[in-house]
Nanobody
Framework: QVQLVESGGGLVQPGGSLRLSCVVSGTSVSINPMGWYRQAPGKEREAVANITSSGMTNYADSVKGRFTVSRNNAKNTVYLQMNSLKPEDTAVYYC???????WGEGTLVTVSS
C-alpha cells in the first residue's frame, strides 16, 4: 500500500525558509512523478511544484525562483525547499503521487510576523 507522510511545516516569519519532506512507502520516488500542492483557507487546492521520474522540475509562477523541489532516492523522500516566504504562502501543503489518487495528510505552513 502506498503511503505519503509530510513533515516540516510550522510558523515562520516573512522572508524565512522551511523545508518540507514527504516520505513515501509502497512505491519508489525514483520512477514516479511526484507533486506538491497547497490549499489556503477558503481557497481551492493548487499545484505548487512537481518533479518527473527523469528529474525535471516544474513550478507555479507564484513560487518560481523561491521554491525548489527535489528528491532523495535512497531515502525515498521528496522535498520542497521554500525560501523568501510570504504571508500568501500560508497553506496546508500536500504531497501527491501524480496520476494516482494517493495524497499525504498535509503539513501546515504559516507565514506571519
Amino acid at each position: 500500500q502506498v503511503q505519503l507522510v509530510e513533515s516540516g511545516g510550522g510558523l515562520v516569519q516573512p522572508g524565512g525558509s522551511l523545508r518540507l519532506s514527504c516520505v513515501v512507502s509502497g512505491t519508489s520516488v525514483s520512477i514516479n512523478p511526484m507533486g506538491w500542492y497547497r490549499q489556503a483557507p477558503g481557497k481551492e487546492r493548487e499545484a505548487v511544484a512537481n518533479i518527473t521520474s527523469s528529474g525535471m522540475t516544474n513550478y507555479a509562477d507564484s513560487v518560481k525562483g523561491r521554491f525548489t523541489v527535489s528528491r532523495n532516492n535512497a531515502k525515498n523522500t521528496v522535498y520542497l525547499q521554500m525560501n523568501s516566504l510570504k504571508p500568501e504562502d500560508t497553506a496546508v501543503y500536500y504531497c501527491k503521487l501524480l496520476y494516482s489518487s494517493y495524497w499525504g495528510e498535509g503539513t501546515l505552513v504559516t507565514v506571519s510576523s
